[in-house]
T-cell receptor
């Protein structure tokens, strides 16, 4: 299994509070991604990183920010959590070579509930 | 937003049969194609990837790609109950490092 961990694995928080999810990798891969998965919507990209301090938005980035100060860590922050951000959050890592995308490997996920 | 479409299923096959999962995509610039398996409550697991037109075989799994028709499929031979899961098709967006996922097809293999 790819060396990817996510913390916390489960979290319940109240509306309006800030929340930070952490993704940690031991593979030294350049690319890291945050997705959310919801019934009826599938996996959707929130933000991704292509290197330390290099990040870009995905399909559903509103209400989320990210930071990557080290190769191995990618943080996802919900500035002020809302009930619509209740979801399962997955981190993924990949390397890219040539043209196109390399294979992405997923972490175990974080189940977030906003009450 | 580029789209990836899959039949939502559920698809039900008897043990030992061939399961056929299909996926179409809208972005002609896509170059990388992936199949993931996801068990209930677990994270997606990469099972196949294909970059060139034609077939790619790995054990009981065969991925098929037809870029002209913008179609990618996954065949599972000798299906086992342990293959029961949701299968996700993913395609890279415009030749980039970003993937777009289909909503998945739920497969049930009946003993």
């Amino acid at each position: 299994d790819a060396g990817i961990t996510q913390s916390p694995r489960h979290k319940v928080t109240e509306t309006g509070t800030p929340v930070t999810l952490r993704c940690h990798q031991t593979e030294n891969h350049r690319y890291m991604y945050w997705y959310r998965q919801d019934p009826g919507h599938g996996l959707r990209l929130i933000h991704y990183s292509y290197g330390v301090k290099d990040t870009d938005k995905g399909e559903v980035s509103d209400g989320y920010s990210v930071s990557r100060s080290k190769t191995e860590d990618f943080l996802l922050t919900l500035e002020s959590a809302t009930s619509s951000q209740t979801s399962v959050y997955f981190c993924a890592i990949s390397e890219v070579w040539g043209t196109g995308s390399g294979e992405q490997y997923f972490g175990p996920g974080t189940r977030l509930t906003v009450t | 937003q580029k789209e990836v479409e899959q039949n939502s299923g559920p698809l039900s096959v008897p043990e030992g049969a061939i399961a056929s999962l299909n996926c179409t995509y809208s972005d002609r610039g896509s170059q990388s194609f992936f199949w993931y398996r996801q068990y209930s409550g677990k994270s997606p697991e990469l099972i196949m990837f294909i970059y060139s037109n034609g077939d790619k075989e790995d054990g009981r799994f065969t991925a098929q790609l037809n870029k002209a028709s913008q179609y990618v499929s996954l065949l599972i031979r000798d299906s086992q109950p342990s293959d029961s899961a949701t299968y996700l098709c993913a395609v890279n967006q415009g030749g980039s490092e970003k993937l777009v996922f289909g909503k998945g097809t739920k497969l049930t293999v009946n003993p």
